[in-house]
């Protein structure tokens, strides 16, 4: 389980953000750190149980602010990723930890490369009607709601923008997210809520693994 002192230590960095109080407080960070390493590895665990999962990364705190604007030093939470086993496998889970009812889960495809993408979308052309019920099932809803991520405001060069599934035809991203307050982050079963959250994505991940090793005709790309 996650301890307050994960949640406590990260309120206290967005308050004073800045190098010279991290120094200071870095035997706590590392503290927090390693908890929260083992608490990934622990979700790793659970996920291998039902999928196929081969790498846990837990990103570094420090921000990259060479080409951003916002020059504050650190992150002000804990994320990582769990990644499946690829070519055959797609997706993958995401874990993001943050104090004041900030937290979340995500799964789905949050960037997809451009041969990807045209692929996703020409399966849809062809027939959207799979995925709507995998993502309209009321279980998958109830868990995960909607599909979200950018899109365009129109239709794709090459695509009917009359299509009836043009909705999901102009979409980049094809995400889910969840959100988790404080309590339930702090509580003993939280792994096991998220583990239970990501087993009801299987469908929707064994549809587009099937999409994305296949041309539009079925037959295999690996």
């Known amino acids: 389980m996650i301890s307050e002192q994960v949640l406590d230590f ?6 004073n953000n800045d190098r010279v109080w991290f120094q200071d407080h870095k035997t706590e960070f590392r503290t927090v750190e390693k908890e929260m390493k083992a608490v990934f590895n622990e979700l ?15 990103f570094r705190i420090y921000r990259d602010v060479r080409f951003s604007k916002n020059k504050v030093p650190y992150k002000t939470h804990f994320g990582g990723t769990i990644h499946r086993v ?12 943050e104090p004041n009812n900030k937290s979340f889960i995500a799964t789905g495809f949050w960037d ?6 045209l692929r996703i979308r020409k399966e849809f052309e062809v027939d959207a009607q799979e995925v709507r019920d995998i993502i309209n099932d009321s279980r998958f809803k109830s868990t995960w709601g909607i599909i979200e991520g950018d899109e365009l405001k129109t239709s794709p060069k090459g695509f009917d923008k009359t299509h ?14 969840k959100k988790y ?11 096991e809520q998220v583990n239970g959250s990501f087993k009801v994505i299987r469908p929707y991940f064994d549809y587009m693994s099937d999409v ?11």
């Open 212 to 222: 994305l090793t296949t041309n539009i005709n079925g037959e295999s790309l690996i």
């Open 164 to 177: 009836p599934d043009i909705d999901l035809i102009r979409k980049k991203q094809f995400i889910f997210t």
């Open 44 to 58: 790793f665990t659970l996920l291998k149980t039902h999928d196929d999962v081969d790498a846990v990364k837990v």
């Open 112 to 117: 997809p490369n451009k041969e990807d993408l």
């Open 10 to 15: 990260l309120n206290a960095l967005e308050k």
């Open 86 to 97: 690829k070519p055959q496998l797609r997706g993958g889970y995401y874990l993001h930890v």
């Open 181 to 191: 307050t404080d309590k339930e982050v702090l509580a003993p079963d939280f792994l």
